[in-house]
């Protein structure tokens, strides 16, 4: 079942902007990430914010966590070339067995950074 | 450490034939995942182990497809027999502690079934 729903599904910047992504999600959660998939590659895993964190930074990337609406959002500042990419939230669902949970990803925003 | 290591890189096959995926997760990573990804359905997650046992097997779409893992470092994704709408990217990620905490992916397998 479909958890996190990116917006918007494609974005396109000019080099040096800041992009800005957003994530909602249905049910409560106790963490969020976000990942980076390159054009042909597997997924790379960015930034894990919990449940109990409103904000967290990692280099260029600024990531904000809102429970009561059940939404998440990514920036990256100063955009270069090579953050073209697409960018996908994921969020915990619970499985079939109890207490077990897995990781749902959304359909992801696809970045491009035009130089 | 290498990361996830999966094989082939491509795959092309006929329809009906058989076609085996194959991944080697993060040493000491106790989870392990297999995701598919197409255009149109996005990532979905087909099944995940936790200590070589399979845990959720809900997302694998049907009886043609199989998954096992025989020991901690390997685990295979079998489809028999394949179908043209099963080409897709199939991805194997491992996690370390529970299965909700971050994914180390694998480069994954372009498959496609003519």
């Known amino acids: 079942s479909q958890q996190g729903e990116e917006d918007p599904q494609a974005l396109s910047i000019q080099e040096g902007e800041n992009a800005t992504m957003n994530c909602s999600y249905k049910?409560?959660?106790?963490?969020l990430q976000w990942y980076r998939q390159n054009s042909g590659r597997g997924l790379v895993h960015l930034i894990l914010?919990?449940?109990?964190?409103r904000e967290k930074h990692s280099g260029r990337l600024r990531v904000t966590l809102d429970t009561s609406k059940k939404s998440s959002s990514l920036l990256i500042t100063a955009s270069r070339a090579a953050d073209t990419a697409s960018y996908f939230c994921?969020?915990?669902?619970?499985?079939?067995?109890?207490?077990?949970?897995?990781?749902?990803f959304g359909q992801g925003t696809r970045l491009t950074i035009n130089p | 450490d290498a990361g996830v290591i999966q094989s082939p890189r491509h795959e092309v096959t006929e329809m009906g034939q058989e076609v085996t995926l194959r991944c080697k997760p993060i040493?000491?990573?106790?989870?392990l995942f297999w995701y598919r990804q197409t255009m149109m359905r996005g990532l979905e997650l087909l099944i995940y182990?936790?200590?070589?046992?399979?845990?959720?097997d809900s997302g694998m779409p049907e009886d043609r497809f199989s998954a096992k893992m025989p020991n901690a470092s390997f685990s295979t994704l079998k489809i028999q027999p394949s179908e043209p709408r099963d080409s897709a990217v199939y991805f194997c990620?491992?996690?370390?502690?529970?299965?909700?905490?971050?994914?180390?992916f694998g480069s994954g397998t372009q498959l496609s079934v003519l």
């Open positions: 990620a491992s996690s370390l502690g529970q299965g909700n905490e971050k994914l180390f």
């Open positions: 994921a969020t915990p669902s619970r499985g079939i067995i109890q207490g077990a949970q897995k990781l749902v």
């Open positions: 182990f936790n200590n070589n046992v399979p845990i959720d």
């Open positions: 049910t409560s959660i106790n963490n």
């Open positions: 914010i919990r449940s109990n964190e």
């Open positions: 040493s000491g990573h106790d989870y």
